[in-house]
């Protein structure tokens, strides 16, 4: 694993990327907002802006302190086969092999109720080769049995977790099953509690539970999803999962959109690496500006696309649309919030026909990404629903831009669901039969988006 030194603190850039210009009457603006921080992570560090006070969170010298709550699936159908139960274990015991040391964490095992089997009575355990072995000791022990009940796991990981004094909160869900022993609803509070206290990846093994399920958990809390098909994976993935943990270096950084008088906010999105819709998460953040959650940063890049309507103007005239700011949030010893870059959005009204009516190549890029997985979601929707003229539609349109964005996972993916006879027209036919896994994966996967060429 990398080595993350004290002193190794990112620092952050926006750029935007748009077609600025307008026709006469022309209202709606749309920017690729282009996030990237370096200097964390594996690179070696430089400083925030305003963060050179000793002691401050973010201050060089001081390596950001993490909680990590892994939650384990160990309800009945964890049994079928037996060596599913044998991969999580082992899956997470690698995990916990993967922390760092210092790293606050626990062990939940998931039932339809939920239990911190390590360390135990509500505490957190700090990682070093004594804890490690312990927990590892402990998951052995683990057995299966009882329902699923995923909402009072997330409940606890958030006990556990908000009773750390830490930068970083993260947890790691591990399910094969449908969530059936608590209501809809009883999900839906426990994820809207916990959004914006801690972020969680979200795993599926095997092919018995809900995709909606899943990627509605790491939607909600900022983190990943995906299908571990074959339990064998697990390790690997998971060991991935932690390494991705352990990189984090900075926490509840804010995508803050300031608009002036009369600018009108359609929507803001994450579209790479996946399509996220951010809109109806904004908080407000004084006079006509809005935060945006993203959750916590190591070394990356992110895309956010950022769509607005502006007041009509006169051919000349020019405006800012909105300010996009990335923000840090004041510190729990009262340090205040810090900008750590920002970036403009403009309008321009022109008469030149050619100016107005070019489309910026990365607004179009992701307009088709956004519009690929919708419509595999459509797809798959349509063809479990019966309708399968609107399925064999919807699956070749995703086809079809697929190949036209040269996204070939998400067109490899496709080509287990539907027979394609032409991926630059989307015709294709629909397969007889679609192995199950083959057909969550790509649902699972339908908001992996590829990174435009800049």
Known sequence: MANFSKSNVPQFSVEVY???????????????????????????????????????????????????????????????????????????AAAIETLRDGT???????????????????????????????????????SAGGGTAIGTWLRLADRLLGAADVDIRHGIVLTDGRNEHEAPED???????????????????????????VTGIASALLGTADIVADPT???????????NAMGKEVADVALRLWTPVGVEIMFVKQVAPTVTDLTGRRTEAG???????????????????????VPEAGIGQEMLAARVSLILPPASDGSPAQTLSQGLVRAVWTDDMAASTSINPQVAHYTGQAELAQVIQQGLDARKSGDFDGATAKLGRAVQLASASGNADTAKLLSKVVDVVDAATGTVR????VAEADEMTLETRSTKTVRVKK
């Open 430 to 433: 629909l397969k007889a039969r």
């Open 187 to 213: 999900l839906r509070a426990a994820l809207e509690s916990c959004a914006g206290r801690f972020t969680c990846d979200a795993r599926g093994v095997g092919t018995d539970w809900e995709v909606k399920e």
């Open 287 to 309: 006079p006509r500006a809005g935060d945006y959650p993203t959750g916590s940063w190591g070394d990356e890049s992110r895309d956010y696309h950022v769509c607005v309507r």
């Open 233 to 243: 994976g697990l390790t690997a993935d998971f060991t991935r999962m932690m390494e």
């Open 18 to 92: 748009q077609n600025a210009y307008l026709p006469e009457g022309g209202r709606e603006v749309n920017a690729i907002v282009t996030v990237t921080s370096t200097g964390g992570g594996t690179t070696g560090g430089v400083p925030l802006p305003g963060a050179a006070t000793p002691g401050h969170p973010h201050a060089p010298g001081r390596a950001p302190d993490a909680a990590v709550v892994l939650m384990v699936d160990c309800s009945g159908s964890m049994d079928y086969p037996p060596t599913k139960m044998r991969n999580a274990r082992d899956a997470t």
């Open 104 to 142: 606050r964490f626990a062990v939940v095992a998931g039932t339809h109720v939920a239990k911190d089997v390590y360390p135990g009575n509500g505490q957190l355990a700090t990682a070093d080769p004594r804890t490690k072995a312990q927990a590892k000791e402990a998951l052995r022990r683990l």
